[in-house]
Each structure stands twice: as C-alpha cells, then as structure tokens.
C-alpha cells in the first residue's frame, strides 16, 4: 500500500476546481464533506456507477440530477434502467450495495467505472449487513476502475482486509474548517433534555430549526409521543427497510424543512440537506450502543450533513452511566490477541482432517469460518470487535478521551462537557424529592385515582417523575401485571424490556445487559446463569429449561472454574458479547 496527498489551497471550495477525475484503483480520502466528491463521477466523460449505502441516499442524489443519474435499488425494474441506458450514451448511475450485483447482470462493467462512496460503511456495518458488504468487495476488481471513497477515513488497523493493499489517496485541505462542539452530558439518561430542547424550539425560545441525529427509530417514536409531536412541525427519516409506527410519516432529504427534524444513520452519510436556519444536535444514549458513534466517522460526517445552515455548532448529547472498571483499549487489544493466538492453534487442529469430516464440523466461534474447503480466521470480524470495544466502552466512559477525541479530527470544543443530572430539567429533582411513597405504595394509590375513571393530579405527575417507567409499566402490563410481579421495579423494568421487541433473541439479549453480573471481563458461575436465564426465558415466554451453557450463544466465554471459601465452583470467564 503507497500513501500520497493531493494539496488542495486555501479558498478552494469543491474539489472540481483542481481535479478533473478521482483517484483511480485507490482509496481516496476527500479530506471533508460537502466538497464534491460525487460530483466528480457524476459530471465525469466516463461511464459511472457509484454504490451507496443507502436508499434514500441514492435517491437523494438522483432527484438533485434532473433525470441524468439514475437511481436502481431494490424496487427499481430492469426496463425501466434499460429506457434509461438507451438515452444516456454516458450513463451516470447510483446504486446501493446490496443491488450492486444485479446492477452489474444488466450493464455488465466493461467500459464502466466503479465508485464506492461513504467506503467507512463497508467495515462499520461489516456484521450487521455482510451480505451487502460482499457484493461489493466481490466484484469491485471487475471495473475498469475503482475508487473507494470517504470523508472520514478509517484508522490503518480498520481497513478490511480485501483492501488493505489498495493505495490510499488524501485530500490535503490547507484550509481546515472548523466545528464548534459543544458536549452536554446527561447521568441520567437523554430523554429530559432531548424534549427540553424540542420545546424550545416549538416554543420560539430558540431560533432556527432542530436536526435531531439519532440511530435509534424506537427513540424519535418516544420523543413524538412524549413532546406530541405533529406532521405540521416534525419530519422523521429512517430506514424504509424498518416498518416500526412512529407517529409521523417517513420522510426524505429533499422534502421541506420543518421546526423539528430527526434524522436517522440512513441519512448520516452522504445526504444533503439545505436549511440555512438549520442547527445540528446529536444525540447517544449508552443503554442503547447502536446510537454510540464514533467521532472519526459518524459524527464527522453528521457536522457536514446541513450544507449551507449560518450555525456552525454541534450540540452532542449523550448518557454514561457505565461503570469505570472497564479495561483499557490496549489491555483488551492484548485479551483479544490472547484469543486470536487460541483461534489460530484451533485452526491448525481442525484443518489437519480430512475433508469429509471438515465439512461435518460445526465452529461456535463467528471469528473461525470454513471457505474453500478449510477453515480460517475472519480477522475482519476481529477489527470490527476492537473498533466497537473503542466506542462502546472506552470513548463514552471517559469524558477527557471523548473530548480529546474530538478536539483530535477538527472539532473546537467550546469549553467543558456540561454535566446534567436530568437533563436540562432542573424540576425533576424537587418534584422527585417532594414524593416520598415506595413503589408498591405508590402503584396501589394510583390504582385509586385512576379507578373507575382515570384522572389528572399532581400525584400522578410526582410518581411519574420518580419512577419514569411506572406511566408505560401501568399502560402495557396494567395494575394487575404489576401486582403478579410483587411490586419488584426490577422485574417490572426486565418484563417491558422484553416485550420491548418482537424478535426473541434481541429480547433475550437486551434483558441480558439488566443484570451487573454479565458484562465483559466478569466471572460468572454456571449456577447463577442458569438462574438468569431461567428468569429471562420465563420473562420472554419461553419454555425451555436452560443451563448455563446458554450464554454460549451471546458472548464469547472461557469455560473456567474459582475457588469460593475453598470449595471449587465451575463457571465462565466473559469475554466479549457478540456483535449483533
């Protein structure tokens, strides 16, 4: 792999001013967003198809077009990108990863060129959208040429190993641009201040309009139903692939601005959206860590999203309630270099039998796969671990490393991280103070007021405030599901995580993170996870009798054993969870 930089001089604005064509057969780097990347193979004299990642973002960039680029995903018909191929003698088209390849069974890729743009995207969703991710690296080698590009380039230790020896070309800005960030963290959780700030703005205390980012639908449908939100002053966009009822329907880039705009990771990359009086807010949550983003990425790429907004500041609001004892980024690269070292030695063993047993032997190890006949280290998956242990446990656990981060790809940071013990809303705490009753007592008050006829009172307000999940608990489980669960908050708050979602195993996993005993880098007695998952199941509705083997299935475990008061007790050392 060769480095080189392409200078690019102050006043510059779009890369079209000193570059004719992109970087070919390498990795470009276009140093910021905004700067007319695409462009480049869009109004270029060769033949183009660029593969994104997202609907919504190929279509996006079609509609800006006026009918010169079009747009095949998924939905799009082969006849009507033929009628397309037959007028545009120089075809532009943008495509999504996963319908590259029968992009490729119409247009063949003699005579075209390939671009594969937010490239960051192929390892960050590497587990989660593989088969995508595979279309692309598949075939990316057939074009005449190729370009991989981004404006948030990987680290040298997270580039896929398919293309660790393709050359990487940077664009040399002189002139930086530079982010005022601000940090407001909440120990208590998101949502208090994220309602606060969408009320400011519906109530004109704060000029200008919201662009919530958050990767999380479930959280923008909570938001709309807490802050009432309407049509009339709220857009969503999020995934057409995710059918989840939100209040509000599903909108796109190029539609309207409205007061309150939330925006989900399919529009992080690559989408552009024109509100001068647009402000940025960002919005991670550590109870939930698909909404935890990396700064060198996500969050770079979301400060360029509003083109042309006179803000220039991004507000970034998360939680960390996460515990301190959590080993550093260099000791867990060390464990799992321990574990590749094991894998490897594993591999040896296995790849000495002959070929009909090999074909019969089935690996629980998702970084072990059989390819061509033998077995191999996915080592893809091994980056990916790491880089998601950076972001999950180690930058959102320490104040000074997320700032410092930061600070680290081109952000000003405006003074200190704001703490906020519940958000912006200062009465939550005397309103909690002012309630004294348990939970049990409270529950059966509140079956009071609100029997026969339910009712308003300032009861009702205190108790919700104490206990945020009691208004949900009594509206899914009712007072009766409540009672059965002997007024116990913690089994109230396990039994609405698991009916949380549809998908068992997600329930399972999600229940999982409840309990302080299952975290990485923890011992764990066979016993005690039999008793977890014999409640989680229960919780779930399912009938199996589990055994503590179980958690085989969620995390990568060591099976070991620990001496309590001399007597030997068999259990598991956990590792990692499972990236899911």
């Given at each position: 792999m060769m480095k080189k930089s392409i200078p690019i001089p102050v006043k510059v604005k779009?890369?079209?001013?000193?570059?004719?064509?992109?970087?070919?057969?390498?990795?470009?780097?276009?140093?910021?967003?905004?700067?007319?990347?695409?462009?480049?193979?869009?109004?270029?004299?060769?033949?183009?198809?660029?593969?994104?990642?997202?609907?919504?973002?190929?279509?996006?960039?079609?509609?800006?077009?006026?009918?010169?680029?079009?747009?095949?995903?998924?939905?799009?018909?082969?006849?009507?990108?033929?009628?397309?191929?037959?007028?545009?003698?120089?075809?532009?088209?943008?495509?999504?990863?996963?319908?590259?390849?029968?992009?490729?069974?119409?247009?063949?890729?003699?005579?075209?060129?390939?671009?594969?743009?937010?490239?960051?995207?192929?390892?960050?969703?590497?587990?989660?959208?593989?088969?995508?991710?595979?279309?692309?690296?598949?075939?990316?080698?057939?074009?005449?040429?190729?370009?991989f590009m981004t404006a948030t380039q990987l680290e040298d230790d997270f580039i896929l190993d398919e293309l660790k020896d393709i050359d990487i070309v940077t664009a040399d800005w002189e002139e930086k641009t530079q982010v005022e960030f601000d940090s407001v963290k909440c120990t208590n959780g998101v949502d208090s201040t994220v309602d606060y700030i969408i009320?400011?703005?519906?109530?004109?205390?704060?000029?200008?309009?919201?662009?919530?980012f958050?990767?999380?639908?479930?959280?923008?449908?909570?938001?709309?139903?807490?802050?009432?939100?309407?049509?009339?002053?709220?857009?969503?966009?999020?995934?057409?692939?995710?059918?989840?009822?939100v209040g509000l329907p599903n909108s796109t880039p190029n539609d309207a601005p409205k007061k309150i705009n939330f925006i989900t990771s399919a529009c992080f990359e690559g989408a552009d959206f024109y509100d001068e009086d647009g402000r940025t807010f960002i919005v991670s949550d550590d109870s939930k860590s698909h909404t935890l983003l990396d700064v060198s990425t996500s969050i770079k790429?979301?400060?360029?999203?509003?083109?042309?907004?006179?803000?220039?500041?991004?507000?970034?609001?998360?939680?960390?309630?996460?515990?301190?004892?959590?080993?550093?980024?260099?000791?867990?690269?060390?464990?799992?270099?321990?574990?590749?070292?094991?894998?490897?030695?594993?591999?040896?063993?296995?790849?000495?039998?002959?070929?009909?047993?090999?074909?019969?032997?089935s690996i629980n190890d998702r970084h072990i796969i059989y390819t061509g006949g033998k077995f191999i280290l996915n080592t893809n998956i091994v980056k990916l671990d790491l880089f998601n242990y950076r972001i999950t446990r180690v930058l959102y656990n320490d104040k000074a490393t997320l700032m410092d981060e930061i600070k680290n790809y081109g952000f000003s940071v405006n003074g200190k991280v704001s703490d906020y013990n519940t958000g912006y809303y200062e009465q939550d705490k005397h309103s909690k103070s002012e309630h004294k009753d348990s939970f049990q007592k409270t529950v059966q008050r509140l079956k009071t007021i609100d029997y026969p006829k339910p009712k308003i009172s300032t009861y009702k307000i205190s108790a919700y405030e104490k206990f945020p999940f009691l208004k949900e608990a009594i509206q899914r489980l009712g007072y009766k599901g409540i009672e059965d669960l002997g007024y116990n908050k913690m089994?109230?708050?396990?039994?609405?995580?698991?009916?949380?979602?549809?998908?068992?195993?997600?329930?399972?996993?999600?229940?999982?993170?409840?309990?302080?005993?299952?975290?990485?880098?923890?011992?764990?007695?066979?016993?005690?996870?039999?008793?977890?998952?014999?409640?989680?199941?229960?919780?779930?509705?399912?009938?199996?009798?589990?055994?503590?083997?179980?958690?085989?299935?969620?995390?990568?475990?060591?099976?070991?054993?620990?001496?309590?008061?001399?007597?030997?007790?068999?259990?598991?050392?956990?590792?990692?969870?499972?990236?899911?």
């Open positions: 779009y890369l079209q001013e000193v570059m004719t064509e992109l970087p070919r057969n390498a990795i470009f780097d276009k140093g910021k967003t905004g700067c007319g990347g695409t462009t480049l193979a869009l109004t270029s004299k060769d033949k183009y198809i660029v593969a994104v990642p997202y609907i919504k973002l190929a279509q996006n960039k079609a509609e800006q077009s006026n009918g010169d680029v079009f747009s095949f995903t998924g939905g799009t018909s082969v006849k009507a990108l033929k009628k397309y191929l037959d007028t545009h003698p120089v075809p532009k088209i943008m495509v999504t990863y996963d319908s590259l390849e029968r992009l490729i069974e119409v247009t063949g890729t003699n005579g075209y060129n390939l671009l594969v743009d937010e490239y960051h995207l192929l390892f960050t969703q590497y587990a989660l959208r593989d088969k995508a991710v595979y279309k692309v690296l598949n075939n990316f080698n057939k074009f005449e040429y190729f370009t009320n400011e703005f519906l109530q004109g205390s704060t000029p200008g309009n919201a662009y919530i958050v990767n999380s639908v479930e959280f923008i449908k909570k938001m709309v139903k807490r802050c009432k939100l309407t049509d009339e002053t709220t857009r969503a966009i999020w995934s057409i692939h995710n059918n989840t009822e790429q979301i400060a360029g999203r509003l083109r042309n907004s006179k803000y220039s500041k991004v507000t970034h609001i998360y939680s960390n309630t996460t515990s301190d004892n959590v080993l550093a980024y260099d000791e867990y690269k060390k464990l799992v270099q321990t574990e590749i070292d094991e894998a490897n030695e594993n591999i040896k063993e296995l790849n000495t039998l002959s070929p009909k047993l090999r074909n019969r032997v089994r109230v708050k396990r039994k609405l995580t698991a009916m949380s979602t549809s998908n068992t195993r997600q329930a399972v996993i999600n229940l999982l993170k409840g309990y302080t005993q299952i975290k990485p880098n923890s011992f764990v007695s066979a016993e005690e996870l039999k008793d977890v998952f014999t409640e989680i199941y229960k919780l779930v509705g399912l009938n199996d009798k589990p055994k503590g083997t179980e958690i085989e299935s969620y995390y990568n475990v060591k099976k070991t054993s620990r001496k309590v008061n001399g007597i030997s007790i068999s259990g598991f050392q956990l590792l990692n969870e499972f990236i899911i």
